[in-house]
T-cell receptor, first 112, second 111 residues
Framework: KAGVTQTPRYLIKTRGQQVTLSCSPISGHRSVSWYQQTPGQGLQFLFE???????NKGNFPGRFSGRQFSNSRSEMNVSTLELGDSALYLC???????????FGSGTQLSVL | TQLLEQSPQFLSIQEGENLTVYCNSS?????LQWYRQEPGEGPVLLVTVVTGGEVKKLKRLTFQFGDARKDSSLHITAAQPGDTGLYLC???????????FGGGTRVLVKP
């Protein structure tokens, strides 16, 4: 069965722009979580969606938002990009919250 | 401050040596997971431990969950270059809660 698919793989943006990242979970998985990974901060939890509802949220500013569609696909959006938003954004899916996560390969975002 | 503290942050060893990575917290976890991440890829689950004192073996990797379910260790015997990667522990304080990750231990096994 297909794994978690994230698009795009790489993205270069400039400060002030906005960006939308996409994640298709493993078929049958209803929970999708997003993480930001940087060398200095490690893997930081952004938010989790389950059946189109945000279940958990990390400590990120309101510029970071997400949503989940009825087919469990999820998108995250970052508005008014800052240099510090440069990171690898990882999406992970699971059947239920807190269960083992299956990660995509991530989207590497560079903000110039 | 990380809820889960991993040590050491970096480990460089020669092929054939043993190594141990630690994951500690002041919180009790209902379950704890270990992942390995290679450059350019997302983390891949290695094991989940749920019972205090539990020991799980995966070939040359041995995982242990502390009796109080606050800490865990990963021991690799006779490390190989293919074991190189970032090892991450992650815990959920209750079933259904989000997973929190440790800061990771970067392991380099030199041939």
């Amino acid at each position: 069965k297909a794994g978690v698919t994230q698009t795009p793989r790489y993205l270069i943006k400039t400060r002030g722009q906005q960006v939308t990242l996409s994640c298709s979970p493993i078929s049958g998985h209803r929970s999708v979580s997003w993480y930001q990974q940087t060398p200095g901060q490690g893997l930081q939890f952004l938010f989790e969606y389950f059946s189109e509802t945000q279940r958990n949220k990390g400590n990120f500013p309101g510029r970071f938002s997400g949503r989940q569609f009825s087919n469990s696909r999820s998108e995250m959006n970052v508005s008014t990009l800052e240099l510090g938003d440069s990171a690898l954004y990882l999406c992970a899916s699971s059947f239920f919250s807190g269960e083992k996560l299956f990660f995509g390969s991530g989207t590497q975002l560079s903000v110039l | 401050t990380q809820l889960l503290e991993q040590s050491p942050q970096f480990l460089s060893i020669q092929e054939g040596e043993n190594l141990t990575v630690y994951c500690n917290s002041s919180s009790v976890f209902s379950s704890l997971q270990w992942y390995r991440q290679e450059p350019g890829e997302g983390p891949v689950l290695l094991v989940t431990v749920v019972t205090g004192g539990e020991v799980k073996k995966l070939k040359r990797l041995t995982f242990q969950f502390g009796d109080a379910r606050k800490d865990s260790s990963l021991h690799i015997t006779a490390a190989q270059p293919g074991d190189t990667g970032l090892y991450l522990c992650a815990g959920a304080v209750a079933a259904g809660n989000k997973l929190t990750f440790g800061g990771g231990t970067r392991v380099l096994v030199k041939p």
